[in-house]
């Protein structure tokens, strides 16, 4: 048996699955070993992670100037890279904000399946998600409203507003 003789579809299926198996199996391999120091080290390799998105981008010639178009780009990318169970839909609040709503996550999917910790996966998201963001257009970055890992089991929605906003936001609080 050769790999074309598997179907496009199934070997994206099989390919998802395993990676979206590797933060559970890596959260259980090293965590206890490296104690503190294990999300330190993650995070950085989810930020890496998220600044591949800007290759994408530029790759396929896509639209970053709004924050719609970063959101629509960042949706479109974690598909790319974490398969066809990501189900996402994008909200157009303004041409300063935008909002992402996951209703489908392949890390949820694979931490129940073999028992991790769905808090575990919420730095990973954001490490990538806010790197995703601001390496697509560092006019902007994130806010998660709600996040699915952290016990909101109706969708994680993920805000892409202006750096400016954010920091206003930041300083009301």
């Avoid at 206890?32 to 998220?50: K, M, P, S, T």
């Avoid at 010639?61 to 629509?72: R, V």
């Amino acid at each position: 048996m050769d790999i074309r003789d598997i179907p496009g579809e199934m070997r994206w299926q099989v390919a998802t699955r395993m990676v979206s198996s590797f933060p559970v199996l890596y959260d259980g391999a090293f965590r206890e070993a490296l104690g503190d120091r294990y999300d330190e080290l993650e995070y950085n390799v989810w930020i890496e992670a998220g600044k591949e998105a800007r290759g994408v981008a530029e790759g396929f010639s896509l639209p970053t100037g709004t924050a719609k178009e970063i959101a629509e780009c960042v949706r479109l990318v974690t598909t790319l890279f974490f398969g066809p169970e990501v189900r996402e839909e994008v909200l157009d609040l303004s041409g300063t904000r935008a909002v992402i709503l996951t209703k489908g996550c392949p890390f949820m999917m694979r931490g129940a399946e073999l028992g991790g910790k769905p808090a575990h996966l919420f730095p990973k998201c954001m490490a990538f998600s806010m790197a995703a963001v601001e390496s697509l257009n560092p006019k902007y970055t994130t806010r998660f409203v709600r996040a699915m890992c952290m016990g909101d089991y109706r969708n994680c929605e993920l805000t892409i507003l202006t750096q400016e906003e954010a920091e206003k936001e930041d300083k009301k609080m």
